[in-house]
């Protein structure tokens, strides 16, 4: 049976159907209202952005859901946890400096900031799932102890797993460190013929795991936790793994860790993808590159799988942009994600979670 997602686009000519009034609108109708009770604690799941990035979620956005959730008489706190790589966002303290820096504060969402995962990424809950890669997933304790939540994601492209949507937002952002480690799993290397010996991929290595001789850059295999920080660096692309392998066992491994967190909140989750700046990475980048497609709108349901492949097939509908990192499936109705990076297939994470049970691809696009 087809899921209900909800879709709103970003045409508006009055104030009554301005971008915050279709999104409250959007949260009402798709039903995020009903399993929030009096009282809850709800974790509202985003990204707060990397330092020098501005591709995240709009805090004016972001008060329209916290602002619905007080009206069920809950009390929500926007919450992710701490990254895996050096950056601004590495332990707690520098977390929230980030999140107040790109406007996260309270007088502009209403709601408090909880790092999910404590001060240095040690708040961690153990989930068991008994799935092909896990038995057990190490997630943010603090987003396991919600009552309830909703889950706002930035839908972009992602440099490992094809694209970013509900999913991995729920994966990589619901778990901390150590769990981080566990989806990545895989060993990066250097091809020393592309090699320039730049030493860019060196200073982002948060384990120090890269040395470079004889203008070389080569990779301690001991040290690499397969966080992929060099790769999104290298001007030349010489930092690789073996794609047909690693690759898709990563975003499986990553879509269990999804499913772990769906299981902590059974019916008791609602998603809401935004559709804006379609950039070419994660957010998790201290930039923003140009959007590949123009912007779409927003969209709402309770199933991870149907909201995440709804985004995925609307992105591709669209005429690519051109001057942009899509160079290739730029025409209507081609693969935008799979144009980026032809090496990673991100379907897999829409396959795979559908055989969990997290959701199902067969959607109805309800438009408002």
């Excluded at 332990?91 to 999910?116: K, M, R, W």
């Excluded at 299981?263 to 990475?281: A, E, Q, S």
Aim: with cysteine.
């Amino acid at each position: 049976m087809p899921s209900k997602v909800y879709f709103v686009n970003l045409r508006t000519r009055t104030d009554k159907s301005n971008k915050i009034s279709k999104i409250r609108a959007l949260f009402d109708r798709a039903g995020l209202n009903e399993f929030i009770r009096k009282d809850d604690l709800t974790a509202i799941k985003l990204h707060f952005g990397e330092r020098g990035s501005d591709g995240f979620i709009n805090p004016v956005f972001v008060r329209q859901v916290v602002d619905k959730v007080k009206a069920q008489g809950a009390k929500p706190f926007l919450t992710d946890t701490n990254t895996l790589y050096s950056g601004s966002r590495h332990n707690s303290v520098d977390h929230l400096q980030t999140a107040l820096e790109h406007g996260f504060d309270y007088t502009v969402t209403g709601a408090p900031i909880i790092i999910a995962d404590g001060l240095r990424s040690e708040n961690i809950a153990e989930v068991e799932i008994s799935k092909k890669h896990f038995d057990k997933v190490k997630l943010a304790k603090d987003i396991v102890s919600a009552d309830s939540m909703i889950v706002l994601s930035h839908f972009k492209g992602h440099e490992m797993v094809g694209f970013g949507g509900a999913i991995k937002n729920i994966a990589m952002g619901g778990a901390p460190a150590v769990g981080k480690k566990e989806q990545h799993a895989t060993k990066l290397v250097v091809e020393h013929e592309r090699c320039i010996g730049c030493a860019k991929c060196g200073t982002v290595c948060p384990e120090k795991a890269i040395a470079i001789s004889a203008k070389k850059a080569s990779i301690a295999l001991d040290k690499c936790i397969g966080c992929g920080e060099c790769l999104t660096v290298c001007p030349v692309k010489a930092v690789g793994m073996d794609w047909t392998t690693d690759l898709p066992a990563l975003i499986e491994r990553m879509t269990e860790y999804g499913y772990g967190v769906t299981k902590t909140h059974k019916n008791r989750i609602g998603y809401i993808n935004f559709l804006m700046n379609i950039t070419p990475d994660c957010d998790c980048v201290p930039w923003s590159d140009a959007p590949i497609v123009p912007d779409i709108g927003f969209l709402a349901s309770t199933d991870p799988v149907a909201i995440d492949q709804a985004s995925y097939d609307l992105v591709n509908k669209q005429i690519g942009l051109s001057s942009t990192l899509l160079t290739c499936n730029c025409e209507a109705g081609a693969d935008k994600f799979h144009g980026l990076r032809s090496y990673i297939d991100g379907s897999i994470q829409l396959r795979y979670g559908e055989e969990l049970g997290m959701g199902t691809r067969e959607y109805e696009l309800i438009v408002l």
